[in-house]
């Protein structure tokens, strides 16, 4: 009986963490014998087509440091240079939660600048109070900004 309960629970947990991070829902379904784990050309290819960030979100996870960095500033680039604006911001949004590289607050400042009507239906004031720090965009630029 307890290896029915812990079972119950563990899907119980896991359906709260897939809820709470979209990208993880790629892993899970991975994980369990699904949708194999997307690369990152082909996850930023599904975010310019579908505008569906998921995949993105799952190989940006799975990075960390610089790497993590950089790929985040290139896929926003990628997606904001082709026009793809909408999906650009709501994946800064999500990198914010799982990166604090400076080239995430420059992208934030960005989308600010350039983007308002989009900053105002993605970027709430709890979420620039929580997540944006000026100081930190500031120091970067279109060429980057020595991400870290």
């Known amino acids: 009986m307890a290896g029915i309960s812990t079972a119950i629970a563990l899907g119980t947990a896991a359906a709260g963490v897939m809820a709470a991070a979209p990208g993880l829902r ?12 997307p ?3 082909g996850a930023l290819k599904a975010a310019r087509q579908r505008q569906d960030i998921e995949p993105l979100l799952a190989v940006l996870g799975g990075l960390s440091g610089e790497e993590q960095a950089t790929r985040i500033n290139q896929a926003v680039r990628h997606l904001w240079d082709g026009w793809e604006r909408e999906t650009a911001t709501r994946l800064v949004r999500e990198a914010a939660a799982i990166c604090d590289a400076k080239i995430v607050h420059y992208w ?7 983007e308002p009507e989009l900053a105002a239906l993605h970027f709430g004031p709890a979420f620039l109070e929580e997540q944006f720090r000026p100081d930190l965009a500031r120091g970067c630029g279109a060429g980057g900004c020595g991400c870290g």
């Open 26 to 37: 790629w892993l899970w379904r991975a994980a369990q014998g699904g949708t194999p784990a």
């Open 39 to 41: 690369t990152f050309r």
């Open 108 to 114: 934030i400042q960005r989308v600010l600048e350039v």
